[in-house]
Each structure stands twice: as structure tokens, then as C-alpha cells.
């Protein structure tokens, strides 16, 4: 299919795929189990969960692989299993796509370089292992998601760049200030995002969690400000979350995201999909409102 930004230039929008984790525990994931693990022990349900996205309309899936990094996978005794996770991530997108893409993600660590919690060598050789695993097993971008540093995310961006070719996604994730605006917990905007990534080599830019569609159409527009020609790749919430019985729940229906999913087109997104609580649902509603 040739790279997402050169079909971005064509000026169709694409569809992406939508929750992992909320269809995992559909399945029977348990709180304390990793997700990833499951890319081994339970192959069959990863790949039914990548096929129905494949089925409601995405144009590219990602892969179970968040949570993939050896440092979150250390939590679990499973940092050594590193590259038999991410390869077996991507292997199960890849298979489920078809001719579709594949955009491997790739999680925070969970460590803070300014706090001294891990160096960025080791940062680096993090994203590097997983970055590499995952281009093995198949995938056609990185994309690099819910960042809230932007050393952790250059890092990241500089690992994938030096030790691989696949293209390169980032995305950070936006609270909604007093002030009005938005801002990552380090206190980063979509616009000095934008700036650094493009500056940093990061080939398609966006948001992904911590909003629903309406907030997404804001930083959009604020993305847009700074840069009118990098594609904005933007996977929202299914709305802001509401804790029922003390879990949380995403309030979005699937005809919600839908109708405000061509706004998002018109304010600049290129590439939409969903985040926490969308189910392939959401996709399909989403892929039918703005194609």
C-alpha cells in the first residue's frame, strides 16, 4: 500500500483501528495479567481482535504490543521475553491485515529521565529491542503513543529512526488545563509537540486518549496552527471516562464518534480512530461517516 503519509497526500482520509485493552478484557483478560503476554498464551483471541477491526473498516491495525517495552514488561518477570512478545505482536497484526498496514505501538516505559529513574541509553536500547522485534514480525510503522515527555518521546523517535525502516507515528496524550488549554502531566503542548516532532524526523504527528471527539477537535486545530501539511493522526475516547460500579466506563456511542468524526476531517485530521472504550463498532460508524 505504499507509506501512510504519501496516502494521506491523496487526500482520502484513513481509518485506524480502535481499543485493544477493552477487547482483551472482553476476553477474559484479568486485572494483573499482561495483555501482551497474551500475544503467546492466547493467539487466537489477539488475532480475532485485530481481524475485527480489519472487518469494520480500518485501513491500518496496530498491535498488542503498549505495554511492550522491557520495562513494563519487567513488572511481569517477562523483560527477557522482549522480543518474542513484540515479534509475535506484530506477526498477529500482519496476519490479520492482509493488505491493510500495520502500525506496531509502542507505550510509554513508565520511567522519567529527568528524574534519574533510567538513563537514556537505556531508554534507547528499550525502544530499539522493541522497535526491531516488531519490524520483524512484520509491521509497517511505529506508532509511538500517549507520550507525555518529549525526551522520552525523541528517544523513542531516534531508536526507531537509527534501527529500522519503518515509518514513523507519534502521538501524545492532552488534558484540558483551567486555563482552557491543553497540556500533557509534563506540561507539553500540541504545538511544541508538533514542533519537536517534525523537527525530530516523527513522519505523521497526533493525540491519542485522555479525550473524547470534541476535545480531539481542539487540539487538531492547534496542531494545525503550527504545521498545515504534517498528517494528524488522532484515536479518541469513547468520551471522557465515568466510573459506574466502581469501574470506568466510556459514555460515546458509536453513532456519537461518528457524528463528530467528519469535524475532525474538516479541522485537519488525516487518520481516525479510537482510544479507551471503542470497540470495532465505533470503527465501523466512524469509517462510515467520513469515506
Not at 504545538?191 to 470534541?214: F, H
Not at 460500579?245 to 456511542?253: A, C, I, K, L, V
Request: proline fraction near 3%; aromatic fraction near 4%; glycine fraction near 10%.
Amino acid at each position: 500500500m505504499g507509506k501512510i503519509s504519501d496516502m494521506v497526500k491523496r487526500n482520502r482520509v484513513l481509518i485506524s483501528d480502535g481499543a485493544w485493552g477493552t477487547s482483551l478484557q472482553q476476553k477474559g483478560l484479568l486485572a494483573g495479567e499482561c495483555p501482551e503476554e497474551w500475544n503467546i498464551s492466547h493467539r487466537s483471541d489477539v488475532l480475532e481482535i485485530a481481524r475485527n477491526y480489519i472487518y469494520a473498516g480500518s485501513d491500518m491495525i496496530q498491535t498488542n504490543s503498549f505495554g511492550g517495552s522491557r520495562f513494563k514488561l519487567a513488572h511481569y518477570g517477562l523483560d527477557s521475553k522482549a522480543e518474542e512478545i513484540n515479534r509475535a505482536a506484530a506477526e498477529i497484526s500482519r496476519e490479520a491485515a492482509g493488505d491493510k498496514l500495520v502500525i506496531a505501538s509502542l507505550g510509554p516505559t513508565g520511567k522519567i529521565l529527568m528524574m534519574g529513574d533510567v538513563s537514556e541509553e537505556q531508554l534507547y536500547e528499550g525502544f530499539r529491542e522493541q522497535a526491531v522485534a516488531l519490524e520483524a514480525g512484520g509491521a509497517d510503522a511505529a506508532c509511538i503513543e500517549t507520550m507525555a515527555a518529549l525526551d522520552e518521546a525523541l528517544c523513542a523517535v531516534k531508536a526507531v529512526q537509527e534501527n529500522t525502516n519503518l515509518e514513523i507515528i507519534c502521538t501524545f496524550t492532552f488534558d484540558k488545563t483551567s486555563a482552557g488549554d491543553f497540556r500533557t502531566m509534563m506540561g507539553v503542548s500540541p504545538s511544541s509537540m508538533t514542533t519537536a516532532l517534525i523537527e525530530a524526523g516523527a513522519e505523521i504527528i497526533g493525540s491519542n486518549c485522555g479525550n473524547g471527539m470534541e476535545q480531539m477537535i481542539c487540539i487538531v486545530k492547534e496542531i494545525r496552527n503550527t504545521s498545515s501539511d504534517i498528517p494528524v493522526l488522532i484515536h479518541a475516547n469513547a468520551g471522557l471516562p465515568v466510573v459506574k460500579d466502581g469501574n470506568n466506563t466510556f459514555p460515546e456511542t458509536p453513532e456519537d464518534m461518528a457524528g463528530l468524526a467528519p469535524k475532525l476531517a474538516e479541522v485537519g485530521a488525516n487518520i481516525i480512530g479510537g482510544c479507551c472504550g471503542t470497540t470495532p463498532a465505533h470503527i465501523a460508524a466512524i469509517a462510515g461517516a467520513v469515506q
